[in-house]
Structures are given as structure tokens and as C-alpha cells.
């Protein structure tokens, strides 16, 4: 059974940053593609980063790209989110999924091309 636990969220304040892991086990993360989402309070929930289904490539949404890193540690099955330059929009509750429904390098953004989801973490950026 498919299974990610996501960890790593706390406080940090306007510039500082976290990394956030993604630990999965019960299949082979590089057989689906792995996202990060994240859902600020009264937001909908939005993709930010995806690895790609053989962690050939990675895409990033504009909101994070050139802060947020993302990467893969295969001998421990898990993925990391390096966040730097934090700012209090980046404030959110971060979930980290898999979808098992994706071509080779084909991005996924969509919340529900993901069938696996994590249990979140909570950032809070203060200002």
C-alpha cells in the first residue's frame, strides 16, 4: 500500500528557510510522479513543484521558482522541498503526493491527478 509521510514544516521568519521531507514506502517513487502542494487558509489547494514520473526532470510554478528546491534521495525513498527566501505568503499547510496515472515527464499540477497524498505540514512565514 502506497504510503508518504511529509515532515519538516514549523516557524521561520520572512527570509529564513526549512526543508521539508517526503518519505514514501510501498512503492517505487520513481514509478509515479511526485508533487508538492501546498493550501493557505481559505485557498484552494495549489501544486507548486512535480518531479516526474522517472525523476527526469523537475517543474517548478513561478510563485517558487528560483527559492524552492526539489529533490530525490532514492536509497532513503524520499523527497525533499528546500525552501529559501520564505516569504508570509508562503505560509500554508504543504502536502507532498504521488500519482501513479503519469507518463514519463509529463508534469502534474492538478490536485486530483494525484491518487496518494501525504498528511501535511504546516509553515508559518512571519513577517
Known amino acids: 500500500e502506497e504510503h508518504l509521510v511529509a515532515s519538516g514544516g514549523g516557524l521561520v521568519q520572512a527570509g529564513g528557510s526549512l526543508r521539508l521531507s517526503c518519505t514514501t514506502s510501498g512503492f517505487t517513487s520513481d514509478d509515479y510522479a511526485i508533487g508538492w502542494f501546498r493550501q493557505a487558509p481559505g485557498k484552494e489547494r495549489e501544486g507548486i513543484s512535480c518531479?516526474?514520473?522517472?525523476?527526469?526532470?523537475?517543474y517548478y510554478v513561478d510563485s517558487v521558482k528560483g527559492r524552492f528546491t526539489m529533490s530525490s534521495d532514492n536509497a532513503k525513498r524520499t523527497v525533499y522541498l528546500q525552501m529559501n527566501s520564505l516569504k508570509p505568503e508562503d505560509t500554508a499547510v504543504y502536502y507532498c503526493a504521488a500519482a501513479s496515472d503519469a507518463g514519463f515527464g509529463e508534469v502534474l499540477l492538478g490536485f486530483l491527478k494525484y491518487d496518494y497524498w501525504g498528511q501535511g505540514t504546516e509553515v508559518t512565514v512571519s513577517s
Open positions: 518531479l516526474t514520473r522517472g525523476h527526469g526532470s523537475i
